[in-house]
């Protein structure tokens, strides 16, 4: 059994106040593997963030980058424009992406004092939104994951896909990253975890 996953094809990234480079090209492509019915189910993902997210310039003003803190970890968190502020029209999934297709939408960055890049967990990996429990749901053992961007929130959603012992890939024509430095550098790190990138 497998699973689409299209993560963060928002309103914000592609034309908001986070876009990706080039993030509209996706649209179309996802939408040729939407008609592919190859899958079991398809699920996509929203940020979906409090007014004041930890990761908003807007929530400190006059620095570039915030350091969480859980335990005896930290995440320095760079930190970018407001986006994706729960029930705006910068988090709904973008027009032109076929969302009656679309069997389940899953949330993450709920929480206002944590990051979650991952569509699977928080960057400290000590809180999970739901995307595992409905994978296993469907008895799902391979997950294809898209979306944007490649350099967040797709590579760590499909390192934790992975960690959670789906058969994981990535179809990377149907990503955007936000910059070439970070992509190859995903690209090493996903390697690393034995994501296979189609």
Same mark, same amino acid.
């Given at each position: 059994? =497998?699973?689409? $996953?299209?993560?963060? $094809?928002? #309103?914000?990234?592609?034309?908001?106040?986070?876009?990706?480079? *080039?993030? =509209?090209?996706? /649209?179309?492509? /996802?939408?040729?593997? !939407?008609?592919?019915?190859?899958?079991?189910?398809? /699920?996509?993902?929203?940020?979906?963030?409090?007014?004041?997210?930890?990761?908003? =310039?807007? &929530?400190?003003?006059?620095?570039?980058?915030? &350091? %969480?803190?859980?335990?005896?970890?930290?995440? #320095?968190?760079?930190?970018?424009? *407001?986006?994706?502020?729960?029930?705006? +029209?910068?988090?709904e999934l973008v027009d032109g992406l076929d969302t009656k297709s679309i069997d389940r939408v899953v949330l993450k960055g709920t929480m206002k004092d944590? @990051?979650?890049?991952?569509?699977?967990?928080?960057?400290?990996?000590?809180? @999970?939104?739901?995307?595992?429990?409905?994978? *296993?749901? +469907? =008895?799902?053992?391979? $997950?294809?994951? $898209?979306? %944007?961007?490649?350099?967040?929130?797709?590579?760590?959603?499909?390192?934790?896909?992975?960690?959670? #012992?789906?058969? &994981?890939? !990535?179809?990377?024509?149907? &990503?955007?990253?936000?910059?070439?430095?970070?992509?190859? #550098?995903?690209?090493?790190?996903?390697?690393?975890?034995?994501?296979?990138? @189609?």
């Amino acid at each position: 059994m =497998s699973a689409l $996953v299209i993560v963060d $094809v928002q #309103n914000d990234f592609i034309s908001g106040s986070l876009p990706v480079p *080039n993030g =509209s090209e996706v /649209i179309p492509k /996802i939408n040729e593997l !939407i008609k592919s019915r190859r899958w079991d189910i398809i /699920i996509a993902t929203k940020d979906w963030h409090p007014k004041d997210h930890c990761s908003f =310039s807007s &929530t400190h003003k006059g620095v570039k980058e915030h &350091t %969480l803190h859980s335990d005896n970890k930290k995440f #320095n968190l760079p930190l970018w424009p *407001n986006h994706c502020v729960q029930d705006t +029209y910068g988090a709904e999934l973008v027009d032109g992406l076929d969302t009656k297709s679309i069997d389940r939408v899953v949330l993450k960055g709920t929480m206002k004092d944590t @990051e979650f890049y991952s569509a699977v967990s928080d960057v400290f990996q000590n809180h @999970e939104t739901d995307l595992v429990s409905v994978l *296993n749901s +469907y =008895s799902i053992g391979q $997950v294809c994951v $898209v979306g %944007l961007a490649f350099d967040y929130c797709v590579m760590y959603t499909a390192m934790d896909l992975q960690r959670h #012992n789906f058969k &994981t890939s !990535i179809k990377k024509d149907c &990503t955007r990253s936000i910059t070439p430095e970070g992509e190859s #550098n995903s690209l090493k790190r996903l390697e690393e975890q034995g994501v296979t990138i @189609e």
